[in-house]
């Protein structure tokens, strides 16, 4: 069993940055892919960034050039760096563990989830 949580949500005015972070137990996988998802109320869960274990990084079109995924290893924990924030970003921020390569954006193809952090960006 695998645990995340994150951390880092919080209130901002539009343009600008926050960073959240997750820290996760030890996953006892060669293979692994970790993700930030994000969930608006009444709309489905949105995939964002993935990395995974060699630091190999993807991105959702609606976030490439905002947000940056990044992971330290060593301390177990993988960031969202989210820069430009806009109303249209709030939403409860997820990161997840799949037991496999990174492939796609796919919330269904996640095996493991942390509880959320919220993100409210005002105009």
């Known amino acids: 069993q695998v645990q995340l949580v994150e951390s880092g949500g919080g209130s901002v005015q539009a343009g600008e940055s926050l960073r959240l972070s997750c820290v996760f137990s030890?996953?006892?996988?060669?293979?692994?892919?970790l993700g930030w998802f994000r969930q608006a109320p009444g709309k489905k869960r949105e995939g964002l960034a993935t990395?995974?274990?060699?630091?190999?990084?993807g991105y959702a079109d609606s976030v490439k050039g905002r947000f940056t995924i990044s992971k330290d290893s060593a301390k177990r924990m993988v960031y969202l760096e989210m820069n430009g924030l806009k109303p249209e970003d709030t939403a409860m921020y997820y990161c997840?563990?799949?037991?496999?390569?990174?492939?796609?954006?796919?919330?269904?193809?996640?095996?493991?989830w942390g509880q959320g952090t919220q993100v409210t960006v005002s105009s």
């Open positions: 030890e996953i006892p996988y060669a293979t692994y892919c």
């Open positions: 990395v995974d274990r060699p630091g190999n990084t």
């Open positions: 997840a563990a799949r037991r496999s390569y990174c492939s796609g954006l796919d919330a269904d193809s996640y095996n493991y």
